[in-house]
Structures are given as C-alpha cells and as structure tokens.
T-cell receptor
Framework: GAVVSQHPSWVICKSGTSVKIECRSL??????MFWYRQFPKQSLMLMAT?????????EQGVEKDKFLINHASLTLSTLTVTSAHPEDSSFYIC??????????FGPGTRLTVL | KQEVTQIPAALSVPEGENLVLNCSFT??????LQWFRQDPGKGLTSLLL?????REQTSGRLNASLDKSSGRSTLYIAASQPGDSATYLC?????????????FGTGTQLKVEL
C-alpha cells in the first residue's frame, strides 16, 4: 500500500518558537493532503486541506496565520506551528489523498510545547 | 454538520469473545464509511471501507456493516485476540461537496485481555 511519512515523529519546543512538520508521500503523488490534530483520548479533527500549488483551505476555528501549510510539490506538504504555546501541544497527523475516496495516513508527530 | 458518534467509548473483553463496535452518523448523505485502527501514539491503519451502495465488507475476522438510511455502521470482531487491543475509529465521507474529507467518530478504545 501507499506510504506516508512524517518528520519529526516527536518534537519538544519552547513557548514562542515555531515548529515545522513535514509530510511526504513516498510512493505516490498526493494532489491533496490533509492535516489533522488529535488531543489525548479524543478523535481526529481536520485542520486543513491543501492542494498542490494552491492555498490551503482551513476548517472553521483553525487560525491560518498560526498554522501555516505549504504544499509545494505532489509529494511534500509542511505544517508550521508559529509562536507555539502549550495549548498547541497535540498529536498532528497528515494524510495524502490518492484516488477520490482514499487517504493514506502518516504515523503522526507528537508536539510538546513547554 | 455531520456528527459521528461511537459507542461504547471503551470496552474490555476476555480473549476469544466476539464483539461489536457501533458507529452512528447524523447525515445519511455519505459517499462511503471507513473503519480504522489506531495503536497508542501511532497513525491510522485502514481496516475496511464500505461504499454507500454496499451493506457490508469482510476482511478476515472483521466484518463491517452499513445501514445508510438509519445512519449506522457496526464493526464485528470475531474471536478477539490481545493483538486487537487498540482504538477503533469510524469515519464518513460526504456524498457531494466534501471532496475527500473525512469526518471521524469519537472512537472506541478496545482492550482484549488474556
């Protein structure tokens, strides 16, 4: 099956710094990538949808200036959490869309903001 | 707005039991429904995908059913094993206008004990 990788798998940063998370589709071209956030013992909440070469579409309540998404190629999307605060600590998961009804999920990135 | 609920939130069973996980959704205009497994601190593994025109899908010891008109799906796990311990998530795709977006359920945390 198709593989999606994320880097880093975990990161700890100080409050006020910015953190970049990479999402790569290794063996397929992802025209669409999705970014999710998952708080402990909760389900996945979609943050934004990005299409290669265009601006991301953010879900209601997600600050686009805080969570910067770039989808510069068909195999790479990045999520940058700007000026991170402890409340941004969460598990971030990306997925790449192949066919119209398929998403392949990455292993997730655990962000801890001190 | 689509809401997806899973019952029970947590379940503990002895090894060998057959069990049923429930998923309900409020908007029956779905394209398909998908069941995932998530191990602690990990990404998602797709288990079964049921198209809106289908009633059920089977894979090994897993059987998923879909009753679109009543907004319900069940995941049946036969002869449960300790390795089945994980969180199970259902997710639905919107029929129109949603692209490839998934709305996830609240999850069922399963523990299969020896």
């Amino acid at each position: 099956g198709a593989v999606v990788s994320q880097h880093p798998s975990w990161v700890i940063c100080k409050s006020g710094t910015s953190v970049k998370i990479e999402c790569r589709s290794l063996d397929f071209q992802a025209t669409t990538m999705f970014w999710y956030r998952q708080f402990p013992k909760q389900s996945l909440m979609l943050m934004a949808t990005s299409n290669e070469g265009s601006k991301a579409t953010y879900e209601q309540g997600v600050e686009k200036d805080k969570f910067l998404i770039n989808h510069a190629s068909l195999t790479l999307s990045t999520l940058t959490v700007t000026s991170a605060h402890p409340e941004d600590s969460s598990f971030y998961i990306c997925s790449g869309g192949g066919a119209s009804d398929t998403q392949y999920f990455g292993p997730g990135t655990r962000l801890t903001v001190l | 707005k689509q809401e997806v609920t899973q019952i029970p939130a947590a379940l503990s069973v002895p090894e060998g039991e057959n069990l049923v996980l429930n998923c309900s959704f409020t908007d029956s205009a779905i394209y398909n429904l998908q069941w995932f497994r998530q191990d602690p601190g990990k990404g998602l593994t797709s288990l079964l995908l049921i198209q809106s025109s289908q009633r059920e899908q089977t894979s090994g010891r897993l059987n998923a059913s879909l009753d679109k008109s009543s907004g319900r799906s069940t995941l049946y796990i036969a002869a449960s094993q300790p390795g089945d311990s994980a969180t199970y998530l259902c997710a639905v795709r919107k029929l129109t206008g949603g692209g490839n977006k998934l709305t996830f359920g609240t999850g069922t945390q399963l523990k299969v004990e020896l």
